[in-house]
């Protein structure tokens, strides 16, 4: 017991003698975490995009003029019950005519066309799509077109083609990027501990001169560049969060509308931790013999 | 104490230490002389387990260092102090933390340290610098350090490798004295030195003399071996000294 404080003291100390070369090593892995972080930031913001807008197609639909609006409304309850739709939305002519009123600017004034309101009934039907699987949307759109007094159905094969990508997006890249920026982390926080232990070889050759036993030698090596990487990274972070603040109010101003969030909490506890963890291993393998 | 049995070692394919064998009693004062490159620095890391043995055998403070596993060490090294011509202390901490680092790793209280510490401070006569960081010392002062540090765990051997190299001639015989006076109390020393001065100085220590990594001389004859550069033993026959102790 007497030797592990020693030992703790001991990494203390190292820090207090080379406050200099300790500071460095956390700036350059501060600077890491930063970017890591601001990576992870940026590809956590668009997953939660993606999570919004992907694995949707919709579909528009028109139905032919003068379709009775009873027969109207009883297909779009039809719609609505089908399985995998998610949302509908259905617009009588009335209202159709009354929201291409509202964007032309509100004081437009129809009443030219006499009540005769050339416009169709139509609908917007969100319909779920499963990565890898397009025949539900297909057979959800021969429906749609099968239907009595529906006109037109219109959706973009790109459209679908998308929303059956983005689904794995995060799967294929989140992943290995995530992977990459952990593995830059690993080893700016090894390079920083070797760092220190450069100045201070000496300290090494010597505790084993007089007898250190190796976890002696080494302990306090590993502790320093365990703080050293605590201390960095939660700089990092720090910097990353009032930079996300900062940026958040800048980007959710027309036209951008970006919403910008947090690094989620997990993630930036997995970073430290890994920093922290790297750090250690770092200064452990550095004082080896 | 020390024992080498047709001890050898190469780097590479140049032969630093060839068949050297040797016997030191406890308490013995014994000079290792020769030229540079004589194979002097490589029998002492030998000695202290720096360097493995992989030819021939030895044994040092009851160790055996052909077999020495890595976790014995630290222990050896307890028992084995060794001093250096470049001091090899901390240059950025006290006299003081320099002197008490054997006591700490070998989880000494800090009250055992403490006395201790101030006993061989006293006794090498550093007690008014103690407390100052020992980059600010002298040669002379930062050689007495690393001996004061090599003698607070108060181990059974002291190798010496050319402890007075740096040092003008006043310093080096003022730090002979030391030596002589941790011998005097039953210390064994193994010291390699070229300076003749010294050995001549130390009329009661024995002399072993190497050459180009032989062991050429052993006793009085080495005295005159080393100035000379002679060999009057044959290199393979090696040199079995008595166990004894000279005074």
Redesign the interface.
Known sequence: M??LS?AFARALGQIG?SPGLHAMAALALGLTCFLAGAFGLILTNLDQYLELHKGHAQFQIYWKPGTGLGEVRKQWDAIRAVSGVDEFVGFTPDQALESLKKSLGGSYDFTWLGGANPLPATGLASFRVSSGEPRPSQMFLERLRALPGVDAVRLSPMQLDVATALRSLSVQVLIPLSLSLSLAIAVVAYLAARLCLEGRR??V??????????W?VRLPWAVSATVTGLAGSLAGLGALRLTQIALASVLYEPPLWIKLGPLPLEEALVMVLMAAMTSALGGWLAARE | MISAVHLSHHFGSHAALRTVSFRVGKGEFVFLTGHSGAGKTTLLRLLHGDLRVRQGKASIAGYDLSAIRGNQLPLLRRDVAVVFQDFKILPDRTVRENVRLPLEVAGLSWEQMRRRTDSVIASLGLERVADLVCVSLSGGEQQRVAIARAMAGSPKVILADEPTGNLDRDMASRLMEVFKEFHAHGVTILMATHNQDIVRATPQARVLSLEAGFLLSDGEDARDDTSRGVSRIAPDAGIIAPETARS
Do not use: D, H, S
């Open positions: 007497t030797l020693r003698l000496t300290e050759e010597i505790l084993r001169l007089v007898g250190a036993r190796e002696f």
